[in-house]
């Protein structure tokens, strides 16, 4: 796609679900609003179908808002969307995509999301030098002379009136930030969307969310969309896909099309092929 802007490091796009500034040198996210105008289509589609008119949904990774930002619009004025994300740069970005599309029900935390309140010094990310700055894990992140950020127990920072949705994309740490919340999601019941990526982190989350009570399916959407925005042929992330946890309370009807549920604790697409 034309950048609409280039400020000689991010570049200004509009994109299918409005204008986001991002960086070329962010291997995926990045890289895919400024080529295809949205990314990962097939999962933000998925995420917005759990969000009502006036809905609330809590967002633990929301890196430069690709997902934040449509999912503000499916809320609408009198819903909210409470973003967290702790890198300082991309946090930037994230707040920067937030005015240019003239949201005014997102809430923006330059934060981490856990089980247990702290602090941290994390490493600032070179946004001059390719890189997927949304996989990094935040033990990789921490440095003694880093900026400093807080973890937050989503228990304890907020008190929404209700409570929707929680997707959660943090590098493993997706059971610390539900167990984070345990007692929201006991107060609310929120469909649940959590990367699983990892088979070593998955068992633990899985087990966590059966103790909940929740029912489970894998989404494993393609981060390419034949269909894209940009009308963009060529297909950057072959067949790379998003591995995720959705989750329903087990004492809701609502109907979950396509998934395949998950079998038990050491069920991971990561085995499928295995013999």
């Known amino acids: 796609m034309t ?3 280039d400020t000689g490091l991010y570049q200004l796009v509009e ?5 986001f500034l991002a960086n ?8 895919s609003l400024l080529t295809y105008g949205e990314f990962s289509e097939a999962e933000c589609k998925v995420l917005c179908t759990m969000v009502p008119k006036n809905g609330v949904v809590i967002e633990a ?36 995509n937030i005015a240019l599309n003239s949201l005014h029900n997102v809430q923006t935390f330059n934060a981490a999301c856990g089980e247990t309140e702290a602090w941290i010094n994390i490493s600032r990310v ?31 920072a907020l008190d929404p009136p209700r409570l929707d949705l929680i997707k959660a994309d943090v590098e493993g740490m997706e059971r610390a930030v539900l167990e984070g919340a345990r007692g929201l999601i006991t107060q ?15 068992p633990a989350l899985i087990r ?18 034949p269909d894209n925005h940009a009308g963009v042929a060529k297909n950057l992330f072959g067949v790379i896909t998003s591995k995720n946890i959705l989750a329903r309370p087990a004492e809701r009807a609502t109907n979950i099309v396509g998934g395949k549920p998950v079998a ?3 069920d991971h697409p990561a085995h499928w092929g295995a013999a």
């Open 15 to 19: 994109g299918r679900h409005g204008r």
């Open 188 to 202: 609310h019941r929120p469909m649940i969307y959590a990367e699983a990526h990892n088979p070593d982190d998955a």
């Open 126 to 156: 070179d946004p001059s030098v390719e890189g997927n700055f949304g996989g990094l894990r935040l033990d990789q992140l921490a440095r003694p002379n880093g900026a400093r950020v807080r973890i937050e127990r989503l228990d304890a």
């Open 24 to 31: 070329p040198n962010d291997l995926y996210i990045g890289r």
């Open 208 to 225: 966590l969310l059966q103790e909940m009570e929740y029912q489970l399916w894998w989404h494993l959407p393609r981060m390419f969309s």
């Open 264 to 266: 038990g604790e050491s």
């Open 61 to 96: 990774g929301a890196n430069v808002g690709a997902f934040t930002v449509p999912l503000a619009r499916k809320a609408g004025l009198g819903g909210m969307v409470y973003a967290f994300e702790p890198q300082v740069s991309i946090h930037q970005l994230l707040c920067a």
């Open 3 to 5: 950048p609409l802007l």
